[in-house]
């Protein structure tokens, strides 16, 4: 089974503080993606990577930014964290589309809490 | 871009009876549609998809349809069960992209 595993379910952090979300899969998918999750609003992508050291922007990526120096490996960090991010945060990861469409596997999730 | 509109934000019915959930998409383009299930602390995962090739697609007690014309497709849950208790995703997708874009989800609750 795709197993994508995000190493804190929850945190609780102070405003301005630096936070870092990891999440690590072991299916060898070539993309991964971060998701926000927020009552009434869905899944909000934040970043997404579709290989090494590439990534680009989704829907709401302001207030953060991500890594992934390695393949399996994908970070999502707040450089200064504000109230307005306490929410649920998601990472995915899928194969590279080739024309067949993406099943995209979650982790559990992060809940965080900025205060 | 694709914008993608799921009606109802919530939904309860009684148990054995079924449920309807409904997408609306905005991109032609898009030709892959999958729903997901989320149970109470869990990450999303697959249940069913369809895509832009086939009309219906059946898996024991759920079904989803798609209208490429009217760009939109539904969920069908029949003879519900507890465990069908969940917030369900729906979402859309085209092959040159590799992101899926979602609907808002619907939380589905049975009632015994």
């Known amino acids: 089974d795709v197993k994508v595993t995000q190493s804190s379910r929850y945190l609780v952090k102070r405003t301005g503080e630096k936070v870092f979300l990891e999440c690590v899969q072991d299916m060898d998918h070539e993309n991964m993606f971060w998701y926000r999750q927020d009552p009434g609003l869905g899944l909000r992508l934040i970043y997404f990577?579709?290989?090494?050291?590439?990534?680009e922007k989704g829907d709401i990526p302001e207030g953060y930014s991500v890594s992934r120096e390695k393949k399996e490996r994908f970070s999502l960090i707040l450089e200064s964290a504000s109230t307005n991010q306490t929410s649920m945060y998601l990472c995915?990861?899928?194969?590279?589309?080739?024309?067949?469409?993406?099943?995209?596997?979650f982790g559990e999730g992060s809940w965080l809490t900025v205060v | 871009g694709e914008n993608v509109e799921q009606h109802p934000s919530t939904l309860s019915v009684q148990e054995g009876d079924s449920a309807v959930i409904k997408c609306t998409y905005s991109d032609s383009a898009s030709n892959y549609f999958p729903w997901y299930k989320q149970e109470l602390g869990k990450g999303p995962q697959l249940i069913i998809d369809?895509?832009?090739?086939?009309g219906e697609k059946k898996d024991q007690r759920i079904a989803v349809t798609l209208n490429k014309t009217a760009k939109h497709f539904s969920l069908h849950i029949t003879e519900t069960q507890p465990e069908d208790s969940a917030v369900y995703f729906c979402?859309?997708?085209?092959?040159?992209?590799?992101?899926?874009?979602f609907g808002s989800g619907t939380r589905l609750s049975i009632r015994p």
């Open positions: 369809i895509r832009s090739n086939v």
């Open positions: 979402a859309a997708s085209y092959s040159s992209a590799s992101k899926i874009i």
């Open positions: 995915a990861s899928s194969l590279s589309d080739r024309g067949v469409g993406n099943t995209i596997y």
């Open positions: 990577s579709y290989d090494v050291k590439m990534k």
